[in-house]
């Protein structure tokens, strides 16, 4: 396996949520992108998801296979739908062509902005990850690692995403669900699978919204089968 493959992760991660993923993809050169005030990004106006893929076309040259989970794979379904000859193969995982009612976006945004990370960081988990998971903790700090308003702007990005141009994308695309995710439910990842031509879905069982750390050797092996 060789090329270039970009990874995007969730609202509230950093890069360190791909580490399970870095032994897959050591034969590949791998592009982190962060989301503003996530990690090492600073905080930057993002208006928008396409906002957030033009982040991705700074930081990569060429083509390249992309990656990326829940607010990740929004920016992917953008890149693919308007770059489709840069896109080469897509990744979409535990990702929707909408991702619920835009106010409870901006009513996050807005709580993070007065009460912190803190006030949210208990609901995000639960929704992260099943009871079975066992390091909470280490995922509790990346969370609250996240720059508010960082944290607030993205929020407010998936607020006016409307996953328009899904027909358009032409890259072979797989679709990853975790079978109790409670934010993007399988059949919420159905629907989206049946809007892009060339797409077929896998679900993983036993893991909730970040199927890829909850149950990181199964989707591992559906990320090589697919870049392969």
């Known amino acids: 396996m060789s090329g270039t493959v970009v990874l995007v992760g969730s609202l509230g991660s950093t890069a360190a949520m791909w580490d399970p993923q870095r032994p897959t993809l050591a034969g590949f050169r791998t592009v982190d992108v962060e989301h503003p005030g ?19 076309l700074d930081a990569v040259d060429g083509p390249f296979s992309f990656v990326g989970l ?5 920016v992917g379904m953008r890149l693919a739908a308007d770059h489709p000859e840069l896109v080469e193969r897509l990744v979409l995982a535990c990702a929707a ?9 901006n009513e996050r945004a807005a709580v993070v902005r007065e009460e912190g990370l803190g006030a ?8 992260w990850f099943t009871p079975a998971f066992a390091d909470v903790e ?13 944290y607030a702007r993205c929020c ?15 890259a072979p695309t ?35 919204h970040l199927a890829s750390l ?9 990320l090589e089968e697919h870049l392969r």
């Open 38 to 56: 996530h990690g090492a990004a600073p905080v930057v106006d993002v208006p928008s998801v396409d906002a957030l893929a033009e982040r991705v």
């Open 70 to 74: 829940s607010l990740g794979g929004a």
């Open 97 to 105: 062509p909408r991702f619920g009612d835009p106010a409870q976006w």
């Open 120 to 127: 949210i960081v208990d609901a995000v988990l639960g929704r």
């Open 138 to 150: 280490t995922y509790r700090r990346m969370i609250l690692s996240i720059d508010p308003e960082g």
């Open 156 to 170: 407010e990005a998936l607020a006016v995403w409307t996953g328009e141009g899904l027909d358009r994308i032409e």
């Open 174 to 208: 797989l679709v990853v669900a975790g079978e109790h995710d409670p934010t993007v439910p399988p059949a919420l990842a159905e629907e989206l699978a049946g809007r892009i031509p060339r797409a077929r879905l896998a679900v993983v069982d036993g893991a909730a």
């Open 214 to 222: 909850e149950r990181p050797d199964e989707f591992n092996r559906l």
